[in-house]
C-alpha cells in the first residue's frame, strides 16, 4: 500500500495487471518515444539498463503445478525494484497463458494505472508466443490513456490514470507476456517507502523472482513468509542486489472468512533498515498544529464543554464530525498522506480518515481532551508489525484518546454510532502507530473497555382457538455494536424499504403472511439500544396439520447466522469469529385452551473453546418456550482446530432447527375434520363443474 485510504482494498488482481503505485518522477529513459493522449502521456521503451530481463520457458514441465487442471498458467512472474543511486523505480514482468476459452477475454485485457502529477509508465513490450514464436503485439495507437479514477465508488479521488490495452486476435495455447515500469516516487513519502510482491498466486507459477536493488553501504530489512527461500544477496560498485527465486508454486486456494492479518498468499517486503520511532517522526511533521478553528465550529465546542463529563464530550463531538463531515478523500500529491486544515474540512464538510480525524483531534484539544490521530492497516490488521517499518504499511487513521480511565480507539469515518465514547466499536486493527510525540512504536488496539455487540430477538405465536390462522409478533433488541448495525440499516434504506425486507422474510417461511402493524422503532441513543417490533397475520402458519395435532417449525436464525458454515470447509487456513458477539433467540406459542404440547423440558448446553451455546424448551403457564444463546469467545480459531469447531457448528445448527407438535381438543379436532371434509368436497365439486363447462365450451 503506497498511500492512505480510508476503505478497505482488495488485494491486487494480478490477472488483469492491475497496478496502483504512487511514485515521483526520475530522469527520462534514453531513447524513450513518447505518445500523448490528451493531458496524459505514456513512453514505450527498452528495459533501464539495471533491470535483468528473464527468460520465459519454452515448455510446462510435466512435473509442474498447473499440468492438469488449471485455469490459468503464469510462465513467468517478475518483479524488480530500484531504490539506489536516488531512484524509485518499479519493473513488472508477467507471461501467463488461460487455459479455457472463458478466459481469453481476460488474458487480453490489461489495465495499468499510475499518478501522472508524479511518475512515467514506460511500457517495454507486449507480445504474443504461438507455436513457439514470439509475436510483436505492442501498437502505441492502441493504448487509451483515461481518468478512470477506480477509487472513486469508494469516495476517493486519487488523481489516478489507467492505460488499457485489449489485444485481437487471441486463442488458446497462446502466451501473452507484458512488462513495463513505474518510475518514481511520491515525495511525501521521504523515501521511507517499501517493495515487496507475494510469491504465490490463485493459480500456478512456473518461474517466480523479486529482485530489489538497493545502495551499495544500504542495510536491508525485511519480512520472508515460509517457505520462500532467502535471498541472493550480491554486491557491485553500483548496488546492493537481494533476488529472491521460486520455482513450481502451486496455486493457494482462497479461504473465505480467514481473519484480516493472516497472510493467504506468502510474500516479501523489504525496505531500508529504520524503525517506528522513525515512521512517527515523519507522520509528527504531516500533523503540525492546527490553524484556528472557525467560530461556528468554536460555538458548538463551548456547548460540548457544559456537558457533564469527558466520555459525553467526546462522544458528542465524535458524533459531529462522523455525520456532519460527510466522508470523500482528494489523496492527490501531498494530500496522500498529509491531512488538510480542520478548519478547511469543518467548512465544507467532507474530508477522508485522516482529515476527519485531525478535525476530531483538534476539537478534543480545544476542550482539554488529549488525544492524537493514529495510522493502522484495515487490510492487514496486526500483521504489519512483522514487516519492515515503513510510511506504507498503514491504509487508515483512526483517533486514541487518552482518558483518565483508559484509551479509548474512535473512528471519525463510521456513521450511526451513538451511546458512550468507551463502548464505540472499531475494526480489528490490532496494532497503531499514534502520531505523539512520545511514539517510538506500534501500540495495541485493543477494544474499549465498554463495547458490546448483543442482539436478542423474541418470536411470540398467537394462534386462533380454532387454530386455523395465527399472530406473530417479533421484538428485536439491538445493544452497542448490533444497534449500530441496525441503526444504519434503518436510516439508509428507510423504515418503509426494512419493514418489506422483514415482511417478505416471513413470507418465504409461511407463505401467506399480512402485515398486522407498521414496524415500531425505539431508539435509546444514550444506552445506545434499539429496539424493532413487528406483528404479522399468519394464514397457513403450520408445516403439519391433521385433524388431531399441529406442528410448527422454528429456526433460531440469529444463532444460525452465527454458526453458519463457512464456503470453504476443507480449510488450511484459519477462521475468523465476529468477537465479541451474543445473540439470544427465543420463541414462545401461547397455546389456546384445551391444546397439548407433545414436546418435553430440555436444557443443552455445546460448548467450544472459541464459542459456546445453550438451549433450553419447556412450557410456562399456557406458553410453549424455547431460548437459544451463543456467544463468542475468541476472534479467531486456529487452522488445526477448525475442523473441530465446524463439527461444534454443525451440532448447533441442528439444534436450531426444531419442531412443535401439539395436540389439540377434542372439540376442536373433530370441527377442523369437518372443514378438510367440506373444503375437500367443494374441491371435488368444483372441478366437476369445471370439466362440464369446459366440455360446453
Not at 229 to 256: C, G, M, Q
Not at 368 to 390: C, F, H, Q, T, W
Not at 619 to 631: N, P, R
Request: charged share 25%; net charge neutral; glycine share 4%.
Amino acid at each position: 500500500m503506497h498511500f492512505l485510504r480510508c476503505r478497505a482494498i482488495a488485494r491486487g488482481a494480478l490477472m488483469s495487471l492491475a497496478v496502483v503505485l504512487l511514485l515521483t518522477a526520475f530522469h527520462p529513459q534514453a531513447l524513450a518515444e513518447t505518445y500523448r493522449r490528451g493531458e496524459f502521456a505514456f513512453e514505450v521503451a527498452a528495459a533501464p539498463a539495471w533491470v535483468r530481463v528473464s527468460d520465459v520457458a519454452t515448455k510446462w514441465d510435466p512435473s509442474a503445478p498447473g499440468a492438469q487442471g488449471s485455469s490459468w498458467r503464469n510462465w513467468l512472474l517478475d518483479s524488480q525494484f530500484a531504490r539506489f543511486g536516488g531512484r524509485r523505480w518499479r519493473y513488472f514482468d508477467r507471461a501467463s497463458e488461460a487455459i479455457s476459452p472463458e478466459l481469453l477475454s481476460e488474458a487480453g485485457k490489461f489495465e495499468v494505472e499510475f499518478n501522472p502529477e508524479f511518475q512515467r509508465l514506460i511500457i517495454h513490450e507486449l507480445a504474443v508466443r504461438r507455436d513457439g514464436h514470439w509475436l510483436d503485439r505492442l501498437n502505441p495507437e492502441h493504448v487509451t490513456l483515461a481518468r478512470r479514477e477506480s477509487e472513486f465508488e469508494r469516495d476517493m479521488s486519487t488523481g489516478s490514470v489507467s492505460a488499457m490495452i485489449v489485444l485481437d486476435d487471441l486463442r488458446l495455447g497462446d502466451v501473452v507476456r507484458a512488462r513495463f515500469s513505474i518510475d518514481g516516487e511520491n515525495p511525501i513519502m521521504a523515501g521511507l517507502d517499501s517493495d515487496g510482491s507475494p510469491f504465490a498466486w490463485n493459480s500456478p507459477l512456473l518461474q517466480r523472482q523479486m529482485r530489489v536493488l538497493f545502495d551499495p553501504a544500504a542495510k536491508p530489512a525485511e519480512f520472508r513468509a515460509a517457505p520462500i527461500a532467502p535471498a541472493s544477496v550480491t554486491k557491485t560498485p553500483e548496488y546492493l542486489e537481494w533476488r529472491y527465486a521460486a520455482h513450481f508454486v502451486a496455486a493457494i486456494n482462497d479461504e473465505d472468512n480467514a481473519p484480516i492479518w493472516y497472510r493467504t498468499h506468502p510474500q516479501v517486503v523489504v525496505s531500508e533498515k529504520r524503525s517506528w520511532g522513525d515512521v512517527a517522526r515523519w507522520a509528527r511533521s504531516l500533523y503540525p498544529p492546527p490553524a484556528p478553528l472557525p467560530d461556528d465550529l468554536l460555538q458548538r465546542i463551548e456547548q460540548w464543554r457544559q456537558l457533564p463529563d469527558v466520555e459525553k464530550r467526546v462522544a458528542a463531538a465524535l458524533r459531529t464530525v462522523q455525520e456532519e463531515v460527510r466522508y470523500f478523500g482528494i489523496e492527490i500529491g501531498d494530500n496522500t498522506h498529509r491531512p488538510a486544515e480542520p478548519a478547511a474540512v469543518w467548512t465544507q464538510r467532507h474530508g477522508d480518515c485522516k482529515d476527519k480525524s485531525r478535525l476530531l483531534v483538534a476539537i478534543l484539544a480545544a476542550m482539554d481532551i488529549e488525544a492524537y490521530p493514529a495510522m493502522v492497516n484495515a487490510n492487514r490488521g496486526k500483521a504489519i508489525a512483522e514487516l519492515p517499518p515503513s510510511a506504507d504499511a498503514f491504509d487508515h487513521v483512526i483517533v486514541q484518546v487518552r482518558a483518565k480511565s483508559g484509551i479509548w480507539w474512535l473512528d471519525p469515518t463510521r456513521t450511526q454510532q451513538r451511546g458512550r465514547a468507551a463502548a464505540q466499536e472499531t475494526s480489528d486493527f490490532g496494532v497503531a502507530l499514534p502520531v505523539a510525540a512520545d511514539t517510538t512504536g506500534l501500540v495495541a488496539v485493543a477494544r474499549n473497555p465498554d463495547f458490546t455487540d448483543r442482539t436478542s430477538v423474541s418470536e411470540r405465536f398467537e394462534p386462533d382457538a380454532d387454530g386455523a390462522t395465527a399472530t406473530l409478533s417479533v421484538r428485536s433488541e439491538y445493544v452497542g455494536a448490533a444497534a449500530n448495525r441496525a441503526r444504519y440499516d434503518l436510516q439508509r434504506n428507510g423504515n418503509d424499504e426494512v419493514s418489506r425486507h422483514y415482511a417478505d422474510f416471513y413470507r418465504r417461511r409461511y407463505s401467506e403472511v399480512d402485515v398486522a402493524a407498521a414496524l415500531q422503532v425505539e431508539d435509546e441513543a444514550e444506552r445506545n439500544r434499539l429496539v424493532v417490533t413487528e406483528r404479522y397475520r399468519l394464514a397457513k402458519p403450520w408445516t403439519l396439520n391433521t385433524g388431531s395435532e399441529r406442528a410448527l417449525d422454528l429456526t433460531a436464525d440469529t444463532i444460525a447466522n452465527s454458526v453458519a458454515l463457512p464456503a470453504t470447509l476443507d480449510r488450511h487456513m484459519p477462521l475468523a469469529l465476529a468477537f465479541p458477539a451474543e445473540n439470544t433467540h427465543r420463541f414462545e406459542l401461547k397455546m389456546p385452551a384445551g391444546w397439548r404440547w407433545k414436546g418435553e423440558s430440555t436444557k443443552r448446553e455445546l460448548v467450544d473453546p472459541a464459542a459456546a451455546y445453550t438451549y433450553r424448551a419447556g412450557v410456562d403457564g399456557d406458553v410453549v418456550f424455547s431460548e437459544e444463546s451463543y456467544a463468542a469467545r475468541q476472534a479467531s480459531v486456529g487452522a488445526d482446530r477448525v475442523a473441530e469447531h465446524l463439527r461444534w457448528r454443525r451440532e448447533v445448527r441442528e439444534q436450531t432447527f426444531q419442531r412443535w407438535i401439539v395436540a389439540l381438543p377434542s372439540a376442536v379436532a373433530d370441527q377442523a375434520r369437518k372443514t378438510r371434509l367440506n373444503d375437500l368436497v367443494r374441491g371435488v365439486m368444483d372441478g366437476n363443474k369445471a370439466n362440464k363447462d369446459k366440455k360446453h365450451d
